[in-house]
């Protein structure tokens, strides 16, 4: 019972924010989705992630086999999740990175810091690091149909994301000031995203909601699989192998939604998955943990 108040605190305020934009949007206000989009994009999720990683520490020498296994075990959920497009006959563009990447910022870092502590932290950031990588950079070659390597590299997020890996491997900091500022900047992320969610699920069609539910239950599964799997193949820590399953347990990830928004691809049926994947968290995310505390 305790873990399922635990999971239900975390995920509560997802649901209020995106009740805010929810009714903003019945009550016929004007948001403009576009900047919006933009602001989060180039600003407060490059700054979340870089604080995120710069102010959490995690014993070097797991560093490089925790990679490793994430590595892996993305590698198994992109497997899985392509497979799983093509039986299904589904739209790559619009459903293969929810499938893929999964909230494991907002939603994520805060159930292993309050199941693991600071250890269980440690490892979730950088679960959450290469969630980031992989959504811009395969994630923008999915749903941009743009090939070329440059561009990834011109999303504010990835240069971000390697910058904090490297600050937080060689234990680098920036000066208070720069620090004050960029946390500042990344307080915006969260609030940002999740209103605009609730924006996109205001202007959602019904029919299209009722189609997500067998795909958002895919997607759980699907990562709980790869990283059950992949955890058991390595010798790492049990925090470690645990946080793996939990992060990779994760339902699908606001930027994927605000990728599709940017990029064309089905913004509407991406709002749809996040929205019923968080909401079905609030049920496997305690059956996954009670297990892993047996």
Do not use: H
């Amino acid at each position: 019972m305790f873990i399922f108040f635990t999971v239900l605190e975390v995920v509560t305020p997802v649901f209020l924010l995106a009740a805010i934009g929810y009714f903003w949007i019945k009550l016929g206000f004007e948001y403009r989705v576009e900047f919006v989009t933009r602001l989060a994009m180039t600003l407060a999720v490059p700054a979340l992630v870089f604080t995120s990683l710069t102010q959490n520490t995690i014993n070097p020498k797991f560093l490089t086999e925790m990679i490793i296994v994430v590595c892996m075990a993305y590698a198994v959920v992109s497997l899985l999740a392509l497979i799983f497009t093509f039986i299904f006959k589904l739209d790559l563009r619009t459903f293969l990175m929810p499938l893929i990447s999964g909230n494991t910022g907002n939603l994520g870092l805060p159930l292993c810091f309050l199941a693991f502590g600071k250890d269980g932290l440690g490892y979730a950031v950088i679960v959450f690091a290469f969630t980031s990588i992989i959504a811009f950079t395969v994630g923008l070659w999915v749903v941009s149909d743009i090939r070329s390597f440059k561009q990834p590299l011109k999303e504010p997020l990835v240069p971000a994301t390697i910058l904090g890996l490297l600050f937080m491997y060689y234990g680098w900091e920036t000066p208070k000031i720069f620090t004050n500022s960029l946390n500042l900047i990344a307080q915006m992320a969260i609030p940002l995203m999740l209103i605009t969610l609730g924006v996109a699920v205001a202007r959602l069609k019904t029919q299209l909601a009722f189609k997500t539910l067998g795909i958002s239950i895919s997607k759980i599964m699907i990562g709980t699989i790869a990283g059950i799997t992949v955890g058991y193949q390595f010798s790492i820590p049990y925090e470690a192998f645990a946080v793996l399953i939990i992060q990779m347990s994760m339902p699908v990830a606001v930027t994927s939604y605000l990728l599709a928004e940017k990029y064309g691809a089905n913004s509407e049926a991406v709002a749809g998955l996040v929205v019923i994947s968080t909401f079905l968290t609030t049920f496997t995310t305690p059956v996954i943990l009670s297990f892993l505390f047996l």
